[in-house]
């Protein structure tokens, strides 16, 4: 019998292709999203997003009101839902996280200040070789090049994650068969003596 692995989100077990869909629609908008960055900038990337998503919900909108009007029903507004939830942050919150950003920014300021005013030699001349080769590195790459680059990298580990299991015996497999393979034809060539294992 296969098990179904899949995350826990409190008492509810989500399974992994729910995961595995959603993790590819959150990253691949993500992608879609830094790939038109490159291309245009960011006022325009924002309103073709709002003019798209604009463009769905009257669309949407019009179609349940000529829906409604063909089958005499009265069902009101599709998004009413929506509407009808409160979607202010709380105070709580905004203080929780503020709180949290406001210690890494004065830690990062420190740290800053530290490196520049040279409290340690060594550590501020290993600050200005990052820095040097930083320079080497935004000559090759443009900023939005390497967020792609970092993105990609976090969807191939997440992916990488979730399917452990089924990767490594899917590799087993595969190491299998390229030993038999080589076994076979060390076996057949003359000359080539086998390995002793």
């Not at 291309?39 to 769905?56: D, F, K, T």
């Given at each position: 019998m296969r098990q179904q692995i899949g995350l826990c989100y409190g008492a509810k077990r989500i399974p992994r292709p729910i995961i595995l869909i959603t993790t590819g629609i959150v990253f691949g908008a993500a992608l879609l999203l830094l790939l038109s960055l490159m291309?245009?900038?960011?006022?325009?990337?924002?309103?073709?997003?709002?003019?798209?998503?604009?463009?769905?919900t009257i669309c949407f909108r019009i179609y349940k009101g000529i829906l409604q009007a063909i089958q005499k029903s009265d069902e009101g507004h599709p998004f009413k839902q929506y509407l009808d939830h409160e979607v202010a942050l709380s105070e709580d919150m905004v203080h929780k996280y503020s709180d949290m950003v406001?210690?890494?920014?004065?830690?990062?300021?420190?740290?800053?200040?530290?490196l520049f005013l040279v409290d340690d030699l060594?550590?501020?001349?290993?600050?200005?070789?990052?820095?040097?080769?930083?320079?080497?590195?935004?000559?090759?790459?443009?900023?939005?090049?390497?967020?792609?680059?970092?993105?990609?990298?976090?969807?191939?580990?997440?992916?990488?994650?979730?399917?452990?299991?089924?990767?490594?015996h899917y590799?087993?497999?595969?190491?299998?068969?390229?030993?038999?393979?080589?076994g076979k034809i060390q076996a057949k060539v003359p000359g080539m003596k086998r390995k002793a294992e």
């Open positions: 291309v245009c900038s960011i006022v325009s990337v924002c309103s073709y997003i709002g003019l798209a998503l604009l463009s769905v406001l210690a890494k920014l004065n830690k990062t300021i420190g740290e800053l200040r530290r060594v550590d501020s001349i290993k600050f200005a070789v990052l820095m040097w080769i930083l320079t080497y590195v935004g000559a090759l790459f443009n900023g939005l090049t390497l967020l792609i680059l970092g993105e990609e990298t976090a969807v191939l580990t997440l992916s990488l994650s979730v399917s452990q299991a089924q990767i490594d590799l087993a497999l595969v190491n299998n068969q390229v030993k038999d393979v080589v």
